[in-house]
């Protein structure tokens, strides 16, 4: 099982672009979540899905989207990338029925710059 | 959301010192949940405890559940340099779906 998987592993992007930042997992899990980490300052949730088609919004929701029409893939999009948005991004899935009570597993992230 | 504190922010060691970072928490705790992430990596699940009063061990690992469920802690006996690393607690939220991290810890392990 290659786990999860994020595409790209870097990018730079220039205010106002947009960009989709792609995660899969092959562990037919039903729980997958897209967090920001910024230095010092822990994770936070962004977007979470508990199955295909749906989705909700996280702690930090502002600025992007996201779309579950899979168990595997669980892409996550910025419409009009602004430097607040540089960070780095995790994917990570979980398979319990209750995902917060379930192990998840991370993606290996990917380095945002927005300049 | 409901956070979780975590203190130290940072500490730095000697190898073979013993190090421990705490985890708490103002509400009662239904699980806590221990991630490792090395520099430059991504978090990596270490342990969820569940019970009040539990205690675990993975080698020179031990964490430890509070007795009111409102705290945990990490104690790891004589570091190594392959200790280091950012240690983040996590709490249940979001329904029992997601959870919180707290803003970590930072080991930094001198040979």
């Known amino acids: 099982n290659a786990g999860v998987t994020q595409t790209p592993k870097f990018r730079i992007l220039k205010i106002g672009q947009s960009m989709t930042l792609q995660c899969a997992q092959d562990?037919?899990?039903?729980?997958m979540y897209w967090y920001r980490q910024d230095p010092g300052m822990g994770l936070k949730l962004i977007y979470y899905?508990?199955?295909?088609?749906?989705?909700d919004k996280g702690e930090v929701p502002n600025g992007y989207n996201v779309s579950r029409s899979t168990t595997e893939d669980f892409p996550l999009r910025l419409e009009l990338a602004a430097p607040s948005q540089t960070s780095v991004y995790f994917c990570?899935?979980?398979?319990?029925?209750?995902?917060?009570?379930?192990?998840?597993?991370f993606g290996p992230g990917t380095r945002l710059t927005v300049l | 959301g409901q956070q979780v504190m975590q203190i130290p922010q940072y500490q730095h060691v000697q190898e073979g010192e013993d190090f421990t970072t705490y985890c708490n928490s103002s509400?009662?705790?239904?699980?806590i949940q221990w991630y490792k992430q090395r520099p430059g990596g991504h978090p990596v699940f270490l342990i969820q405890?569940?019970?009040?009063?539990e205690v675990k061990k993975q080698k020179r690992l031990t964490f430890q559940f509070g007795e009111a469920k409102k705290n945990s802690s990490l104690h790891i006996t004589a570091t190594q340099t392959t200790d280091v690393g950012t240690y983040f607690c996590?709490?249940?939220?979001?329904?029992?779906?997601?959870?919180?991290f707290g803003k970590g810890t930072m080991l930094l392990v001198s040979p």
């Open positions: 405890l569940v019970k009040s009063g």
């Open positions: 562990m037919n899990h039903n729980y």
């Open positions: 899905s508990v199955g295909a088609g749906i989705t």
């Open positions: 509400t009662t705790l239904s699980n």
């Open positions: 996590a709490r249940l939220s979001g329904g029992y779906s997601t959870l919180t």
């Open positions: 990570a899935s979980s398979s319990s029925r209750s995902g917060g009570t379930d192990t998840q597993y």
